[in-house]
Nanobody, 126 residues
């Protein structure tokens, strides 16, 4: 069982930055690929960024590539999402996810997630 708790959301002006954190419970955190997803108002949940068991295995949605960076600290049971150059279209509830994969590589589909956090709101004003 893995429990996830996001923090770091808030209101920011366009062009600004935020860093989201996702703290995980349990000693098995280091065995799970992790991901960040978001759900804009009235839309479906979508992939933002993912990280596998090695830091070199990362992936990003085209809409955030070059602006967002995902990282993990297994010693602190935490995964981060650094968001720079934020745009109004980044406004959404952001969710942390953990999903077991035999390959240990990151996942893009919400259906691949075994555990979800409760979400944190990010609002970017123009």
């Amino acid at each position: 069982q893995v429990q996830l708790l996001e923090s770091g959301g808030g209101l920011v002006q366009a062009g600004g930055s935020l860093r989201l954190s996702c703290a995980a419970s349990g000693r098995t955190f280091g065995r799970y690929p992790m991901g960040w997803f978001r759900q804009p108002p009235g839309k479906e949940r979508e992939f933002v960024a993912g990280i596998g068991l090695s830091d070199g295995n990362t992936g990003y949605a085209d809409s955030v590539k070059g602006r967002f960076t995902i990282s993990r600290d297994n010693g602190k049971n935490t995964v981060y999402l650094q968001m720079n150059s934020l745009k109004p279209e980044d406004t959404a509830v952001y969710y942390c996810a953990a999903g077991w994969r035999d390959s240990g590589r990151y996942f893009r589909s919400p259906r691949s997630s075994d555990y979800w956090g409760q979400g944190t709101q990010v609002t970017v004003s123009s």
